[in-house]
T-cell receptor, first 114, second 111 residues
Framework: DVKVTQSSRYLVKRTGEKVFLECVQD?????MFWYRQDPGLGLRLIYF???????EKGDIPEGYSVSREKKERFSLILESASTSQTSMYLCASSSRTSGGFEQYFGPGTRLTVT | RKEVEQDPGPFNVPEGATVAFNCTYSNSASQSFFWYRQDCRKEPKLLMSVYSSGNEDGRFTAQLNRASQYISLLIRDSKLSDSATYLCVVNRPSNTGKLIFGQGTTLQVKP
């Protein structure tokens, strides 16, 4: 069974803290994605990685960075958390070889920045 | 204009009803279309792909009109378990595997 896991379901951090969100997939997928989901705004792409050590900015990369040192793991980093980054963060992966369009999502991390 | 637009609803329908959701997309170069389902406090999951000729999966029928850049989802004989948010999804034409998600349409099926 396809599986994408995220390190935490709920996280509370203080303004200015550095925050790491981890995502692991067990499907040997090339593509991995980080989204945030906010009411009224839907899913917005933060960063995308199509291979190890490769990354591409999405629609809202400001205030975020990513790391992909291994194929199965994609990390999202908030360098200095702000209250505007309070959101639901969803990681996803997809296979490039099978067309790359069905994305499998992790359960999400609800981050609150106070 | 949003790249993918949906009526957010909510749609409140009785069990057994037929309900239709619509979606429009702005980039005529998009080639792949999908409906995802997202249950409350859960992650999105692929419901079905949408093909040019239209396709059916049990009680669910998806249609695509490329000329109007319009996608629809029809649910027949609604069940309580169909209550969820339905996301209209379109690929980005750069073909990198990136998708554009609509905001979603919320369906509540009542007994």
């Amino acid at each position: 069974d396809v599986k994408v896991t995220q390190s935490s379901r709920y996280l509370v951090k203080r303004t200015g803290e550095k925050v790491f969100l981890e995502c692991v997939q067990d499907m040997d997928h090339e593509n991995m994605f980080w989204y945030r989901q906010d009411p009224g705004l839907g899913l917005r792409l933060i960063y995308f990685s199509y291979d190890v050590k490769m990354k591409e900015k999405g629609d809202i990369p400001e205030g975020y960075s990513v790391s992909r040192e291994k194929k199965e793991r994609f990390s999202l980093i908030l360098e200095s958390a702000s209250t505007s980054q309070t959101s639901m963060y969803l990681c996803a992966s997809s296979s490039r070889t099978s067309g790359g369009f069905e994305q499998y999502f992790g359960p999400g991390t609800r981050l609150t920045v106070t | 204009r949003k790249e993918v637009e949906q009526d957010p609803g909510p749609f409140n329908v009785p069990e057994g009803a037929t309900v239709a959701f619509n979606c429009t997309y702005s980039n005529s170069a998009s080639q792949s279309f999908f409906w995802y389902r997202q249950d409350c406090r859960k992650e999105p999951k692929l419901l079905m792909s949408v093909y040019s000729s239209g396709n059916e999966d049990g009680r669910f029928t998806a249609q695509l009109n490329r000329a109007s850049q319009y996608i629809s989802l029809l649910i027949r004989d609604s069940k309580l378990s169909d209550s969820a948010t339905y996301l209209c999804v379109v690929n980005r034409p750069s073909n990198t595997g990136k998708l554009i998600f609509g905001q979603g349409t919320t369906l509540q099926v009542k007994p």
